[in-house]
């Protein structure tokens, strides 16, 4: 039997998680990396473009992922075929495993990406590196980019903000 107590106890539960629901997105380790994209509008276009080629389920999985996301000035300086790429080509802008700065300093630098490429850290400041791609085994040419924000924490991995696409030569 429903009592007038139990129906408020239940409507006040309902209203309890009401509001958990409403929460805005941090960049604090609690919500997925599509989700803390789509609160980055430095971002937008790239998030923009992984919905397009179908990798923001894989980024709101478990993940875990650490993702190099260019600003909106550096996509749309980025060379068509490589926006246009797809898949294929974002898969060089993310990495598997939750990879903080410190993180990557450790491993001499280096992070391997879905594509197989590799991004190096080449210079700049302990907060402010800049890094390169480089093919597998060779030495990074191309394009390079400094670390604008990093380490912004996700439930499924951390995204480095950078300022520019990081397309090996």
Do not use: K, Y
Not at 1 to 17: E, H, Q
Not at 126 to 135: F, G, L, S, V, W
Request: hydrophobic letters at 45%; proline letters at 7%; charged letters at 15%.
């Amino acid at each position: 039997m429903i009592t007038r107590r139990s129906f408020f106890a239940a409507g006040g539960g309902a209203l309890v998680l009401a509001g958990c629901a409403g929460e805005p997105v941090t960049a604090d380790g609690r919500f997925p990396i599509m989700d803390v994209l789509g609160i980055l509008p430095e971002v937008s276009d790239f998030r923009s473009a992984l919905r397009s080629a179908g990798l923001n389920e894989l980024l709101s999985g478990p993940g875990p992922f650490t993702v190099f996301a260019p600003t909106n000035l550096a996509w749309s300086q980025a060379p068509a075929s490589f926006r246009d790429g797809g898949a294929n080509s974002l898969r060089s802008l993310i990495a598997g495993g939750r990879l903080r700065l410190p993180d990557i300093t450790a491993r001499d630098g280096r992070v391997r990406t879905l594509s197989g490429m590799e991004i190096r850290i080449v210079g700049g400041s302990p907060t402010e590196p800049r890094i390169q791609a480089a093919r597998l085994g060779a030495q990074p040419s191309g394009a390079s980019a400094t670390v604008v924000r990093s380490n912004l924490l996700c439930s499924n991995g951390v995204i480095h903000v950078v300022g520019g696409v990081l397309i090996p030569a």
